[in-house]
């Protein structure tokens, strides 16, 4: 069923909200990756208040959702979706890679939170959802495995390995998002060692795939839904993004992968975001 424009505007103030707790988070903390969480705010946004059926009451049901995020460094706007669907207090936001802190620079699996696993090191996300997959199907469950992904660690072979096992066993419950925004570590991803065309690649190894813009909210949310009419084989969504949306001097650029602004950088950025509410 389509959005209907109030729906839209709603979960386009969430991403709003979750790109200023982003910067908050990692200003406070004086270190994190601001960057990708801010290119994925539309997006996760989109799967969080429309999709994904995680609930305060339902986060130890074995029939629910999972989620995995594969991109575990950009777990700041991770931890603000789940202040905003109730699973975090919003006040623990701000304890954001503090010494012990619930809230770490990489996810820890802790079921009270709705976080089904650790991540952050690159690579093992889509065996997880993979494995995920399959037990929820042998189980008999009607839920659906998200797994996010991103063009940095597509340049990992664990990937292919798991790209292969899912359409193999048909895993028609399990779909991955990639933010798809040209950046890593490093620098440009066209540079350091370019991935090509995800789509392409999913659809020869047997995967339903679409491109789709990460930032349209509506497109996010018809491409989730076509991906679970799909039932027959699993489903990827290469989501483009731009690294660092809605803070100027963080858009497109590498630099902002991994570093805290300081005081006068973050008072821009959340200046910039109050200009820009929808
Ligand atoms: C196995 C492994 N190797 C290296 C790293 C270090 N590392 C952290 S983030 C990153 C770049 C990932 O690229 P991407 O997710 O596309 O970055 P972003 O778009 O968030 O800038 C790397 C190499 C890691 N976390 N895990």
Same mark, same amino acid.
């Given at each position: 069923?389509?959005?209907?424009? #109030? ?13 200023e707790?982003v910067?908050r988070?990692?200003?406070?903390? *004086? ?6 969480p801010?290119?994925?705010?539309d %997006?996760?946004?989109?799967? %969080?208040?429309?999709? %994904?059926?995680?609930?305060?009451e ?5 029939d629910? /959702?999972? %989620?995995i995020l @594969?991109?575990g460094?950009t777990?700041?706007g991770?931890?603000a ?12 936001l701000?304890?954001f890679?503090?010494f ?16 089904d =696993?650790s991540?952050g090191?690159?690579?093992? #996300?889509?065996s997880?959802a993979? @494995?995920m ?5 042998l189980a @008999? ?6 797994s996010?992904? #991103?063009?940095? &660690?597509?340049?990992? @072979?664990?990937? $292919?390995?798991?790209?292969? #096992? ?12 990639? /933010? ?5 570590i490093?620098?440009?991803?066209? +540079?350091?060692m ?9 659809e020869? =190894?047997? $995967?339903?795939a679409?491109d789709? /813009?990460?930032?349209?909210?509506l *497109?996010?949310? /018809?491409?989730?839904e076509?991906?679970? *009419?799909v039932?027959?084989?699993p489903? *990827? ?7 660092? +949306?809605?803070?100027? =001097?963080? &858009?497109?650029k590498?630099? $902002?992968?991994?570093v805290?602004?300081?005081d006068?950088?973050a008072?821009?950025a959340?200046?910039?975001?109050a200009?820009?509410a929808?």
């Amino acid at each position: 069923m389509t959005l209907t424009q #109030s729906r839209i505007l709603e979960i386009q103030q969430t991403a709003h909200q979750v790109r200023e707790d982003v910067v908050r988070m990692v200003h406070a903390a *004086a270190c994190g990756h601001p960057g990708g969480p801010l290119g994925m705010a539309d %997006f996760l946004s989109t799967l %969080f208040l429309e999709h %994904f059926n995680l609930t305060p009451e339902n986060r130890h049901a074995p029939d629910r /959702d999972r %989620f995995i995020l @594969g991109n575990g460094h950009t777990c700041a706007g991770y931890y603000a979706l789940l202040a905003r669907k109730g699973l975090i207090p919003q006040e623990e936001l701000m304890s954001f890679r503090k010494f012990g802190s619930r809230l770490q620079g990489h996810p820890h699996r802790n079921l009270d939170m709705g976080i089904d =696993f650790s991540t952050g090191s690159l690579g093992n #996300s889509l065996s997880v959802a993979v @494995g995920m997959a399959l037990g929820a199907r042998l189980a @008999g469950y009607e839920n659906r495995v998200y797994s996010i992904s #991103s063009d940095g &660690e597509s340049q990992e @072979g664990q990937i $292919w390995e798991a790209a292969t #096992s899912a359409s193999h066993y048909r895993l028609g419950n399990l779909t991955v998002i990639v /933010d798809f925004n040209n950046i890593q570590i490093d620098g440009e991803m066209r +540079k350091v060692m370019d991935v090509r065309d995800l789509r392409a690649k999913y659809e020869a =190894f047997g $995967w339903h795939a679409m491109d789709v /813009d990460g930032h349209d909210v509506l *497109a996010v949310h /018809d491409a989730l839904e076509a991906a679970q *009419a799909v039932t027959d084989r699993p489903s *990827a969504l290469i989501a483009h993004t731009t690294i660092g +949306k809605g803070v100027s =001097f963080m &858009e497109g650029k590498a630099s $902002w992968h991994g570093v805290a602004p300081n005081d006068e950088q973050a008072a821009q950025a959340l200046e910039e975001l109050a200009q820009s509410a929808p």
